[in-house]
């Protein structure tokens, strides 16, 4: 009777630890099985999503080439576009001209028609390249991108972190019309490999700045004024030149009342040189 009772409660004291240790073994996590169908989608997916050539060194972007761009800017004298008033007047004289579609030239569909605009020299340039491009793979380049103004460029890193800022020492060349982008999205390795060779070989004879971007799917290339003497087009009339100085705004001063008032000459104007001819 006394070894039932002992039994017993050796019994009820395991019980609890039966329990405790039923709770702590790992339940083994049940795999829901993928269709053939499912996982042959994900794993082209994934290849599409992280899909990437190699950059070769003569693209890869850096400050450097971002001083770069800004000096050749600066040696041209060209000014930086602020806002569309600008973007208008350059185009009404002739110092930025159209980019036109054709077979060798597309635009990207998401490209508004008053930024399909870019100086002559960067027009020579994407002429050539989508000429060449043609005749080798029969299919047009594509352009995503071309001028901007700094209110665009503004807006446009707002949401996105990899474009060049407005303004400053590193600022975007596209606001100087002198640069364009080209779509590389839907490139075969050969193209891809095409481009980015003719892209380095005229870096290399210092009449483009490129940059193969890895976050956009696209070449970024400013062109120098230089190219259109390197591809052997004549500089042409004075619409050529790119040289322009913006007419400033005048703002009027606040005048005081502490300010004396103005004098005003009562002499008359002294008379200019003659342009007669003189007489012997």
Sequence with gaps: MRSAVIILVLSALSV?????????VPRRTQVRKLSHSTRHHRARFRRIRFRGFAII??????????????????????????????LEQLKAVGYL?????????RFDSALADDRRYCRPW?????????RDYYSTFKVPIQVNSAVRTAEQQRRLRRHNGNAAPEAGETASSHLAGITVDIGKRGMT?????????YLAKLKTDGVIEPEEER????????VAQRYLAYSGRETGPALMDAKIQLPDIPIPTPILASDAAPTVSTESPS????????KN
């Design 122 to 130: 960067t027009l020579a340039f994407v002429e050539d390249l989508g």
């Design 215 to 222: 976050r956009q799917p696209v070449f970024h290339v400013m």
């Design 271 to 278: 008379p200019g040189p003659s342009l007669e001819t003189p």
């Design 16 to 24: 609890p630890a039966i329990a405790m240790s039923a709770r702590n």
């Design 57 to 86: 060194p003569a693209l890869r972007g850096s400050r450097d080439s971002l001083l770069k761009q800004n000096e050749e800017i600066d040696r041209a004298g060209l000014p930086r576009i602020q806002d569309s008033e600008q």
């Design 189 to 197: 390795r050969k193209q891809h490999k095409w481009v980015a060779d």
């Design 97 to 105: 001209v159209p980019v036109r579609e054709s077979k060798f030239v």
